[in-house]
């Protein structure tokens, strides 16, 4: 996520365009590990985020869950 949002470091971190996320209401990204989770979330809202959905999916044994976030 960091990555998406250009925070990495060293070439080709760039920083996001804001028209680009004026333009988008709600983004989302498909998270397979519990533990991961947790750490999306906070840097979601360490980047300005007002609302993060958790939205579960199982199948059989597996489930994986999508973050939905929104800036508006």
Do not use: Y
Request: glycine letters at 8%.
């Amino acid at each position: 996520m960091a990555d998406l949002f250009g925070l990495g470091t060293g070439p080709g971190h760039e920083q996001p365009s804001i028209k680009l996320l004026d333009k988008c209401r709600w983004f989302n990204s498909l998270i397979s590990k519990a533990d991961n989770v947790k750490p999306a979330k906070k840097l979601i809202r360490k980047l300005g985020a007002v609302d993060i959905r958790e939205i579960e999916m199982k199948q059989g044994n597996k489930i994986t869950r999508v973050l939905a976030w929104t800036f508006i």
